[in-house]
């Protein structure tokens, strides 16, 4: 780095474990016109990363959010309250956010409650002009000891909702996919301008419309048995995503779709977990038929990529569909769940 100039900032990019890997490569990719971001360290549902292109960072679809790491060497939470470090703290805090409008600031640690940390809410609520909200505060500062240096860290998120939590999503269904997760698998397929997706059991929409979001040209369609939630819902977030006239809806079961044959590039399906949404037919025959069904409408070179906690059955199901190869397997995590995710090739 040339004498005098200043590191780029530091933030903290916040993930889903088991996206780790593909996180790191949609900011690379994203970078890649430019020039190279430098990943400084990843761990256990985060990235480190060191740049001024914060924009970059919360283009990430595969990012749930990004936040500003003030480091401070102080030995005890209370030596944050000193002047100098709440008016540094106070300082980042406004590059971070970047102008952005907040209602009022909250305080994320161990021990949030305490005297210490209330204090140290107040006084930096007061610093920006904010209230001090612990309960609704949607300007999120999360005080952590620092692992590896002396001292404590401040992380300053630089968004009021985030980035995983889609503006589009107007309409819930039981049991929807994480956003973040969503696009992660149209990151897996590898779709390509104009592709066509199906959806299967597509509840609210979410993957369908990550991949007309993420991809040129591309049409969707959405396929479910549930007509009087699911789709109404998947048909209120595609509007609100601005991507309505490119997806068409269907309500038809899964074994059985109202597609012509090789008239997909690309599909997707994240089957019932069973806690919150279950299938009438018994998981062996659902299997089945969705591959069977699946590879019917798939054009040559088709992906299909799944998203499943009935993991061993679902395995056995792929081993025994000859039309289907499997490519890759990998664990993710989401509200409690560890699903796994399938890549398949014809």
């Given at each position: 780095?040339?004498?005098?100039?200043?590191?780029?900032?530091?933030?903290?990019?916040?993930?889903?474990?088991?996206?780790?890997?593909?996180?790191?490569?949609?900011?690379?990719?994203?970078?890649?016109?430019?020039?190279?971001?430098?990943?400084?360290?990843?761990?256990d549902?985060?990235?480190?990363?060191?740049?001024?292109?914060?924009?970059?960072?919360?283009?990430?679809?595969?990012?749930?959010?990004?936040?500003?790491?003030?480091?401070?060497?102080?030995?005890?939470?209370?030596?944050?309250?000193?002047?100098?470090?709440?008016?540094?703290?106070?300082?980042?805090?406004?590059?971070?956010?970047?102008?952005?409008?907040?209602?009022?600031?909250?305080?994320?640690?161990?021990?949030?409650?305490?005297?210490?940390?209330?204090?140290?809410?107040?006084?930096?609520?007061?610093?920006?002009?904010?209230?001090?909200?612990?309960?609704?505060?949607d300007?999120?500062?999360?005080?952590?000891?620092?692992?590896?240096?002396?001292?404590?860290?401040?992380?300053?998120r630089?968004?009021?909702?985030?980035?995983?939590?889609?503006?589009?999503?107007?309409?819930?269904?039981?049991?929807?996919?994480?956003?973040?997760?969503?696009?992660?698998?149209?990151?897996?397929?590898?779709?390509?301008?104009?592709?066509?997706?199906?959806?299967?059991?597509?509840?609210?929409g979410?993957?369908?419309?990550?991949?007309l979001?993420?991809?040129?040209?591309a049409?969707?369609v959405?396929?479910?048995?549930?007509?009087?939630?699911?789709?109404?819902?998947?048909?209120?977030?595609?509007?609100?995503?601005?991507?309505?006239?490119?997806?068409?809806?269907?309500?038809?079961?899964?074994?059985?779709?109202?597609?012509?044959?090789?008239?997909?590039?690309?599909?997707?399906?994240?089957?019932?977990y069973?806690?919150?949404?279950?299938?009438?037919?018994?998981?062996?025959?659902?299997?089945?038929?969705?591959?069977?069904?699946?590879?019917?409408?798939?054009?040559?070179?088709?992906?299909?990529?799944v998203?499943?906690?009935?993991?061993?059955?679902?395995?056995?199901?792929?081993?025994?569909?000859?039309?289907?190869?499997?490519?890759?397997?990998?664990?993710?995590?989401?509200?409690?769940?560890?699903?796994?995710?399938?890549?398949?090739?014809?």
């Open positions: 780095m040339p004498s005098g100039r200043t590191r780029p900032p530091l933030w903290q990019v916040d993930v889903l474990p088991g996206l780790e890997d593909g996180a790191r490569s949609e900011i690379e990719a994203l970078a890649r016109r430019e020039r190279p971001v430098a990943v400084e360290e990843v761990g549902g985060w990235l480190r990363v060191r740049d001024e292109r914060r924009d970059l960072l919360e283009r990430a679809r595969t990012v749930v959010a990004v936040s500003r790491v003030v480091h401070v060497a102080v030995p005890r939470p209370r030596g944050l309250l000193g002047h100098e470090h709440l008016t540094r703290i106070a300082r980042e805090a406004r590059a971070a956010t970047g102008g952005r409008p907040f209602t009022a600031l909250r305080v994320v640690a161990a021990g949030a409650e305490s005297t210490v940390m209330a204090r140290l809410g107040g006084s930096l609520a007061a610093e920006l002009g904010l209230p001090h909200d612990q309960a609704d505060g300007l999120v500062v999360r005080v952590v000891r620092d692992a590896d240096r002396a001292g404590w860290e401040v992380h300053v630089t968004t009021p909702r985030p980035l995983a939590t889609r503006p589009w999503r107007v309409a819930r269904f039981p049991g929807s996919l994480n956003a973040a997760i969503a696009a992660h698998l149209v990151r897996l397929a590898g779709p390509r301008p104009g592709d066509r997706a199906v959806n299967l059991a597509c509840g609210a979410t993957i369908a419309i990550e991949h979001l993420a991809v040129r040209g049409t969707a959405g396929v479910d048995l549930d007509g009087r939630r699911a789709l109404p819902a998947a048909a209120a977030n595609a509007a609100a995503a601005g991507v309505a006239p490119r997806l068409s809806l269907a309500r038809a079961d899964v074994a059985r779709l109202p597609l012509a044959p090789a008239s997909a590039a690309v599909l997707y399906a994240d089957l019932p069973g806690d919150k949404i279950r299938s009438a037919a018994p998981p062996d025959e659902l299997y089945a038929g969705l591959l069977a069904d699946a590879a019917r409408v798939a054009r040559p070179g088709a992906r299909l990529v998203i499943t906690e009935d993991i061993a059955r679902f395995a056995r199901a792929v081993a025994g569909a000859p039309s289907w190869s499997l490519r890759s397997r990998a664990r993710v995590f989401q509200s409690g769940h560890r699903p796994e995710i399938f890549l398949l090739g014809d």
